[in-house]
């Protein structure tokens, strides 16, 4: 057991640590075929430590037919030959572990592929004990008040089978059949695949899609309290294999909805924060920190040993579900404003192109992102800012090669053919924006972004302690102060273009800047920031 210190503090480690989301296939290709896979990221996890991340969340690993870039999963008990073996597998682990790092991946309880065993057998046979498995209708006229989730590509969430002769339900894509939770079986089933990958040696998993788990009629077949039974039951299952695990849930859900998710502290120990993501992008527009504000003041306290996940942009397009329709009219004419940026309910771009290329702007909202609230998740690529392809189809725009150099493929592979082509303009191509590049600048978003992880580090409150919003008169102001027992912190943020001067009313005490040595007079440039320990 290491001593608790500043840099390593005692309590609940997901309550410090830095995610970072990994698109395996995105990220390094070590056998030359193409696709990225688990040796690559074994051999790129001291990129990966000298970042300063504590855990890696791996995308989908599991055999596919890739109609969703592996959330539609074909054996929940093996991993992509395109990515590697077990062995591989448990090798990422170990190598992991003795850097001090964790892993936990997608786990996608909510629906299987259609190329799945049990929906092939369910299927073929109406007398067959995996028909039970999927949820199925003679009309595909239940459940009418369920919204309908990918809405530029399906249009109702039942499929005829003519195989089957019947309709089946799906939240997703029709190449993705719902489970039926009211089946024990299928209970049973999810719980022996969480203990196969526990008994690995993994730390615990993204659970995608929980809030679809139930249908019930007359309802919106969301948020369902079948769904918190049964995902109590799979916490008090997991936790009883590995007390450490953990389980982050992707419930993309308003703030009163999502709080269920964590029980009493005894169902999911981290949900993502989805309604305060597209505000600090849309505080970030008007220059007003109004938004963030007043999603903050709606978002209940946690239990105790929960946390939320905070991210700036994901795998998914930014998703505007949680938002009004105005305001998300707002964000599309502000942020996408070219139809191919669009998709569904959200923007599919990445970090860098939606702030412009401002490298004020980029600083600015990861400053907001890691000393709001919650443990932040950074996703592959957006450290060293890199672009994205809207020409792309789905949300494949802002999963392309990671840029690790100017080599030809970006030093990603040395296949001719990629899984998808690597980022080439002249402003966020691999020649001149790689991670290579940014390692010998001093000044690179990258060794910036290292430089305050690592003083995030050394400041626990950040990771555990309570958020209070100071009221500056100034709306440009976002000032968060954070406590816990033993230390107090300031983070001030200039939400807009113009310098801004301002004054706070706080408690007696000297302000310590954490990031350089300027004073504390409280004169930010245009989207400038400033971080403090206030010392007795
Ligand atoms: C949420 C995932 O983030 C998304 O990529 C996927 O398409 C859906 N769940 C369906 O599994």
Redesign the pocket.
């Known amino acids: 057991m290491k001593t608790p210190s500043k840099s390593n503090p005692q309590g609940l480690w997901y309550q410090h640590a830095i995610f970072y989301e990994v698109n395996l296939r995105a990220f390094y290709d070590s056998n030359g075929d193409g696709h990225g896979d688990l040796p690559g990221l074994i051999q790129k996890l001291d990129y990966l430590r000298d970042l300063g991340v504590d855990c890696l969340w791996l995308?989908p690993i599991y055999p596919s037919p890739r109609h969703?870039?592996g959330?539609?999963i074909s054996d929940y008990c093996g991993i992509d030959p395109v990515f590697g073996t077990l062995d591989d597998f448990k090798q990422l682990l170990d190598e992991a572990h003795q850097r001090g790092m964790r892993v936990i991946t997608?786990l996608?309880l909510?629906?299987t592929s259609d190329q799945h065993p049990w929906f092939q057998a369910a299927r073929a046979d109406r007398n067959s004990p995996y028909r039970g498995y999927y949820v199925w209708s003679d009309t595909g006229q239940e459940y009418k008040d369920a919204r309908i989730i990918?809405t530029d590509t399906e249009t109702s969430n039942w499929t005829f089978d003519p195989v089957a002769g019947q309709y089946f339900w799906h939240r997703?894509?029709k190449t993705?059949p719902d489970l039926n939770f009211d089946s024990p079986a299928v209970q049973q089933a999810m719980l022996d695949v969480a203990k196969f990958w526990l008994d690995l040696g993994i730390d615990g998993f993204r659970v995608?899609?929980p809030p679809y788990l139930f249908e019930r009629e007359g309802t919106s077949c969301e948020n369902l309290p079948e769904t918190h039974t049964y995902l109590k039951k799979f916490r008090t299952f997991v936790e009883f294999q590995n007390p450490e695990a953990l389980l982050l849930s992707?419930a993309n859900q308003w703030p009163e909805d999502v709080i269920e998710y964590f029980g009493n502290g005894d169902e999911m120990h981290m949900n993502f924060h989805f309604p305060l993501m597209p505000r600090i992008f849309q505080s970030l527009a008007l220059a007003d920190r109004a938004p963030i504000e007043e999603i903050l003041a709606r978002t209940p306290a946690l239990p105790a040993n929960c946390q939320w996940a905070t991210f700036l942009r994901?795998?998914?397009e930014l998703t505007l579900e949680m938002v009004t329709p105005e305001v998300r009219q707002f964000m599309w004419n502000f942020y996408a404003p070219e139809p191919r940026m669009r998709l569904n309910m959200g923007i599919r771009r990445r970090l860098a192109p939606l702030l412009e290329n401002d490298p004020a702007r980029i600083r600015l909202a990861h400053s907001i992102l890691l000393t709001l609230i919650g443990s932040p998740t950074l996703y592959y690529g957006d450290e060293i800012g890199m672009g994205d392809n809207i020409w792309l189809e789905d949300?494949n725009g802002v999963r392309t090669p990671m840029q690790w150099n100017a080599s030809p493929n970006a030093g990603f592979s040395a296949s001719p053919t990629l899984y998808a082509p690597v980022i080439a303009d002249d402003v966020y191509g691999y020649r001149r924006l790689n991670v290579e590049a940014q390692e010998k600048d001093p000044d690179s978003l990258l060794n910036w972004l290292r430089r305050v992880i690592a003083t995030r580090r050394l400041y626990p409150a950040f990771g555990d302690g309570t958020l209070t919003l100071l009221p500056v008169q100034n709306p440009a102001i976002l000032a968060c102060m954070r406590q816990n027992g033993t230390q107090t912190l300031l983070a001030v943020n200039n939400l807009s273009a113009a310098p801004q001067t301002f004054s706070l009313d706080l408690p007696d005490g000297k302000l310590k800047p954490l990031l350089d040595d300027q004073p504390a007079d409280f004169n930010l440039p245009g989207y400038g920031f400033q971080w403090y320990e206030l010392l007795p």
Request: a negative charge.
């Open positions: 995308m969703d870039d959330y539609d997608d996608v909510n629906h990918f997703f894509y993705q995608d899609a992707e994901c795998h998914d949300r």
